[in-house]
């Protein structure tokens, strides 16, 4: 049994990680035949960091697993795990540095992959392959995926490098032929709720590329999962999440022509994956916006495939002002000059993602911006 002690925990933290097995092919902080105990007990007067904390967390959970033989050593190492009743997950994640983009800030891109992450962890903590994005036994056997309709995400604050994010995801049904996932992002340090976000996926046939209705057999393999009052993100009427986008009409006031998707940018079910599509709106952005604002939300209506072969044109312009949302607006704040106020400082904008070629829409998107805080 190797013991560290120090009176500085980054050390600590540091050597451990440092520890290398003959069985073990790279930097663990234990491995399945030597398990190690790190005594991190420092003075009272120091104070772990939101990174420190967790992973000094992991290490005692890990080395019980490990003790135990029990799970995966991706589950072993995950800091995430099923609620009591079984039907939401939690996991907590460490913002990487190459994960921060200009404004020193995790992207929204990075923030999506995440989103990402957790609802496919909790989709292999019920047993659903590993092989695909969810998939149940009877999807697997009629060749059925899921293909992501429509995503609204809202930032409230972004985490920087070393913030510790966690976020919490469950899935319920949403009509005949989609289910609806939320998430729920929180500060882990603090608590604080820094953003929500919500998604449709629908069903497709992966041989004929064609939609499907979901199925008696697959939906109670998901129904058991699925909590039975329905619980969502975003509770609220007539929130954000459920505006409609209208199409932006050409020509467009700014535009980014001839993206091409990279072999990175394809997912296991051979298509875009829609993280790239974030990334592709933002492209056509003013620079002007960027420098200034960031984004505070976010929706994504997808409307057909991306192959790899495909070559995108990216398409912005400022949304136009919808007279009965101004008047709601004016409504609400008793006719006072505020409602103007903050519409100025938060510009709107219309996205579409189009066929270079032949102008079949791909994607069309809404954004909403904020200015940024000072730093």
């Not at 600590?12 to 991190?40: H, I, L």
């Not at 659903?128 to 309709?149: C, E, N, Q, Y």
């Not at 020509?251 to 993206?259: E, G, H, M």
């Amino acid at each position: 049994m190797l013991k560290l002690c120090s009176c500085n925990v980054r050390d600590q933290v540091q050597a451990s990680v440092q520890c290398r097995f003959p069985d073990s092919p790279g930097p663990f902080p234990f491995s399945r035949r030597s398990p190690v105990s790190v005594s991190c007990s420092p003075p009272s007067r120091l104070k772990l960091t939101p990174v420190q904390a967790v992973l000094s967390s992991q290490k005692t959970e890990v080395t019980e697993v490990v003790k135990s033989g029990s799970g995966s050593l991706a589950d072993r190492l995950r800091l995430g795990s099923l609620a009591e009743d079984g039907l939401s997950f939690k996991e907590k994640y460490i913002v990487r540095c190459y994960e921060v983009g200009i404004n020193k800030t995790a992207t929204i891109e990075t923030l999506a992959n995440l989103l990402q992450e957790v609802g496919s962890n909790h989709a292999q903590s019920v047993g659903f392959s590993t092989d695909g994005f969810a998939t149940t036994p009877t999807m697997r056997k009629l060749h059925l995926i899921w293909v992501t309709a429509r995503m609204h995400i809202e930032i409230y604050k972004y985490p920087a490098w070393s913030d510790v994010v966690e976020i919490e995801t469950w899935c319920q049904s949403e009509g005949r032929i989609g289910t609806r996932r939320d998430w729920i992002l929180k500060d882990a340090a603090t608590g604080e709720l820094i953003g929500r976000a919500t998604g449709k996926w629908v069903m497709m046939n992966h041989d004929t590329r064609r939609l499907q209705k979901v199925s008696d057999e697959v939906r109670e393999e998901l129904l058991v999962h699925f909590p039975q009052e329905p619980r969502l993100a975003f509770p609220e009427k007539n929130n954000r999440s459920l505006k409609k986008i209208l199409k932006l009409e050409d020509p467009s006031q700014y535009s980014r022509l001839a993206l091409t998707p990279r072999r990175a940018d394809l997912d296991m079910n051979h298509h875009v994956n829609y993280v790239t599509y974030i990334g592709w709106v933002l492209e056509s952005m003013p620079q002007e916006i960027i420098d200034t604002h960031e984004l505070a939300s976010i929706t994504l209506d997808y409307r057909r495939e991306c192959l790899q072969d495909d070559v995108v044109d990216s398409l912005t312009s400022p949304e136009p002002t919808d007279p009965a949302e101004t008047v709601s607006e004016l409504n609400v704040t008793n006719g006072s000059a505020v409602a103007r106020e903050d519409d100025a400082d938060c510009p709107k904008f219309l996205h579409l993602l189009r066929v270079s070629c032949d102008g079949q829409e791909i994607n069309r998107g809404r954004t909403e911006w904020r200015k940024k805080p000072a730093r």
